[in-house]
DNA sequence: ACTTGACCTGGAGCCCACTCCAGGTGTGAC
DNA sequence: GTCACACCTGGAGTGGGCTCCAGGTCAAGT
């Protein structure tokens, strides 16, 4: 099976050496294999995850609440109801903060138009 | 004209009080009066400023971006232009981080179907 | 006269999510 | 063999945005 080097995750994923390691740090990414010189390999699933996690983080989830997450993946199959549950909640938060972005963008709007009468 | 207590500021605006000193120290707002005991009395004007700091907070200005924002303001009407420009900037950036929202929300959804599929 | 409660100050502390650093090791190119 | 380079570790430091605290002042109610 085909494993990526640290600088290869870096590249497909976007987050730095640093964060990678602290995420692992953390307990966000588990079972990270080492070369027999210490050097970290990461598997197709780890840059998968990692998408999630992304995902989840430019959505606002808190590290906290990843870390629920990755342990009821981690729990095995019968979590899967509770992974349901926790991505509804956060995807009606996400819903939620579009709206509000949405509302706040008109008050924007209003106050550049405002502007523009003004000058 | 009409003034207000800060406990009245902090109901009508939802900053807290520590907040509001905050701003000001760091120059978010100003021009706060004081009694002659040296308490805080903001005018209207003030809370119509906190509602568009909230705004723009709401949709993810950094502070030192609002603080441009309010020296422009306090700078008088020829920043009107600069004024313009700098919200329209920002408009945009919400604009891309609904579209990100959005798109990152099909991600989501893909996700709960496929759990769903699985359980 | 006394208590309550809203307010004041300067400064310390907190939380989050990284990010950086010093000092060290192993691998490959020349 | 020596150089650069990617990587390793534990731990400290950063930046943003508040939030809390101790100790004090004043005005109003009883």
Known sequence: MPSYT???VVEKTGFGLDTLRYYEKIGLLSDVERTAAGQRR?????VEWLGTVGCL???????????RFAELVRAGDHTIADRVALLREHDERVGAQI???????RY??????YYERAR
Do not use: F, W
Request: charged share 35%.
């Open 6 to 8: 640290p600088a290869q």
């Open 42 to 46: 990461y598997t197709e699933g780890h």
């Open 57 to 67: 983080r430019d959505t606002g989830m808190p590290i906290a609440e990843m870390l």
């Open 99 to 105: 709206a509000t972005l949405r509302d706040r963008r």
């Open 108 to 113: 924007i709007k209003a106050k550049i138009e």
